[in-house]
């Protein structure tokens, strides 16, 4: 129903802003850190979600594309261009106003490609990427798209610990900060911490308003047929293998621009959000959420991620998430909000509503 | 100009010949019934017209397109809408919902309109609900339209799967043994219901094991036997077909 998305989104926008009052009054306002940076995990988490609860498909390598995108802004913005500058190509660039020089911590001088243009190049190289693997990994059902997804992971994870250029083990660093709009930066510094939590929140509230609405449109419809049937969408005129695909380079942008955010965010990233861990960690948290539910995984993803970053699950970190995947299959695989009692209680109340909330 | 031309379809599994050499024509507003003992090749015969299965030979035009080498989507986009033998509902959507993905190939609310929830997709979503309403409503289950589609009971999800082909305004629909499970009242209620289906203007073309549906409604009879046309006539014309007899109840060795 349109009303309870509305107000769903409402309920959203109201815990965000009540949420940062309450840690400026209890002057807990550090929280907002972990919560900045668990608003931009959750916007890979609610793309993975319209994979694998919506069109029914897996993806274990999401990592990968939130890698891409991280890695592509923080070279392009941290490559000194300085060397080169008298060549055509960084000249025409420099005239196009797509390059900015600045000075490194140490007072160097650098020319590095504007973090806007990076940002479009890191989305426009996901979509080409995710284009090309989707396209005939997504030919593949089950264990075996598993497995394919699981490798482009591996892949991706290999490349950036492998080469120089994404520094090898120690990732990228000194990334700066990214000015959307003047005086709206993306950044990690403490003068900005209040307006960074506002920014990765709204585009946490935009991402939620585009999804749900796309879930409950002719889509998101076809999807959920997908899902159920794959030889009867067929037969109803669904183009299922054009859809899967989209979707999945819809949700690979998302990955790519919380890649990207969090990157200008932290100033750096390093191989560990390539890591195979990290989208195992996505799928679960998808699980946890109960699969074809938007609010679910973003509940699921924001809790999950701070408590986890906030280190309460120590260095077991990565051992929880696992558990949780094999706990949440066993006994609560509508996720973890839509337990059976839950459901009870909504079967109670009489249905004449045919969209899903 | 025909309406539906099968020209010498071929199909085989390994060393199978399911279907071999198959070809008939479908006049427009008949309805027309495929028949034969099991294994003769029937279901395969329909996935090839309905592009599920790849054929090794032959062609299949419908209103003189070429329809063969098409994929289900797009022959289902052509006009040609289809059931399936073993139910294939939409789970955990609503009789309405199933019905509504029937209209697919009349809306066209992509991925961004859809993302945006742009004004013209409203108006869109809304003539969608009310073509499907009216569908469900000419078949008698537009009470259900709340319901989980899969928590029906039998013989209503064959009617959802109809309403569903139906909403797809096919010119040609295919039935894939549409009495199947259906006690005899329901098969009567069923046969009422395809004659109706065919006085609305849409062709049918069907697979079915019930003799007492197939010979009461069909205008023509494809019999097949072992992947091979026997007969291809009107009902009493293969009720006489000496072969009819001798493939459906056995040879007479005497």
């Known amino acids: ?357 | 100009m025909e309406f539906l031309k099968v020209n010498n379809l071929c199909r085989s599994f390994g060393g199978l010949k399911a279907v071999n050499d198959v070809s008939f024509t479908l006049k427009e507003n008949t309805i027309k019934a495929i028949i034969g003992p099991n294994g003769a090749g029937k279901t395969t015969l329909f996935n090839l017209i309905s592009g599920f299965t790849p054929l090794n030979q032959g062609e299949v035009f419908f209103n003189d397109n070429p329809i063969h080498g098409l994929q289900p989507y797009q022959i289902a986009a052509n006009g040609i809408s289809r059931t399936f033998q073993n139910l294939k509902l939409f789970p955990g959507m609503t009789v309405l919902e199933n019905v509504m993905i029937g209209r697919h190939t009349h809306s066209k609310s992509e991925f961004l309109s859809g993302m945006l929830n742009l004004p013209w997709t409203w108006a869109e979503e809304k003539k969608i609900k009310k073509d499907s309403l009216e569908i469900m409503d000419y078949l008698g289950i537009a009470d259900h339209a709340g319901t989980d589609a899969t928590s029906l009971a039998y013989g209503q999800q064959r009617i959802v799967e109809l309403a569903r082909a139906m909403a797809c305004e096919p010119k040609l629909l295919l039935l894939d043994e549409p009495a199947a499970g259906l006690n005899m009242r329901e098969t009567a209620d069923m046969a009422k219901l395809i004659t109706r289906i065919r006085d609305r203007g849409i062709t049918v073309l069907l697979v079915e094991h019930d003799m007492s549906l197939v010979m009461n409604i069909s205008d023509e009879i494809l019999v097949l036997c072992y992947g091979e046309k026997i007969a291809d006539d009107a009902p009493l014309a293969v009720q006489q077909n000496d072969e009819v007899i001798r493939v459906y109840l056995g040879e007479d060795d005497a």
């Not at chain 1, 929280?31 to 931009?40: G, I, K, P």
């Open chain 1, 1 to 357: 129903m349109k009303k309870t998305r509305h107000l769903q989104i409402l309920i959203l926008i109201v815990t965000v802003i009540s949420i940062q009052l309450l840690t400026q009054a209890t002057d807990t306002s550090y929280y907002l850190t972990q919560l900045t940076m668990s608003a931009y995990y959750s916007l890979v988490i609610i793309g993975l979600s319209l994979v694998m609860g919506y069109a029914g498909q897996i993806s274990i390598g999401h990592a990968g594309f939130f890698a891409i995108g991280g890695y592509m802004s923080a070279l392009l913005t941290t490559h000194n261009l300085l060397p080169y500058k008298d060549s055509t190509f960084v000249l025409i660039l420099s005239k196009a106003g797509l390059l900015v020089s600045r000075q490194d911590l140490y007072g160097t001088d650098l020319l590095t490609v504007h973090p806007w243009v990076s940002c479009i190049l890191a989305i426009v190289i996901t979509i080409v990427i995710a284009y090309v693997i989707g396209g005939p990994v997504l030919k593949l059902k089950g264990h075996y798209l598993a497995m394919a997804t699981l490798g482009f992971g591996i892949i991706i994870f290999r490349i950036v610990l492998g080469s120089s250029i994404f520094g090898e083990a120690d990732g990228l660093s000194d990334v700066p900060a990214f000015a959307l709009l003047p005086g709206i930066e993306v950044s990690g510094k403490m003068p900005v911490r209040v307006l960074n939590y506002y920014i990765a929140w709204t585009m946490v509230v935009t991402g939620m308003v585009l999804l749900s609405n796309l879930v409950n449109s002719r889509i998101g419809r076809a999807l959920r047929s997908i899902h159920g049937s794959e030889d009867a969408a067929n037969a109803m005129g669904v183009n299922i293998s054009k859809y899967k695909l989209h979707t999945f380079v819809l949700s690979a942008v998302f990955a790519a621009v919380a890649g990207v955010m969090l990157t200008h965010y932290n100033g750096g990233i390093g191989p560990s959000e390539a890591s195979v861990m990290k989208s195992v960690r996505y799928v679960a948290i998808v699980a946890i959420g109960g699969m074809a539910n938007l609010w679910g995984a973003l509940i699921m993803g924001v809790l999950l991620n701070f408590l986890s970053l906030r280190g309460y699950f120590g260095s077991m970190d990565d051992a929880i998430f696992g558990g949780i995947l094999i706990i949440i299959m066993l006994f609560a695989p509508n996720g973890l909000l839509r337990l059976e009692i839950l459901g009870r209680l909504k079967k109670a109340k009489p249905k004449t509503g045919t969209e899903q909330a």
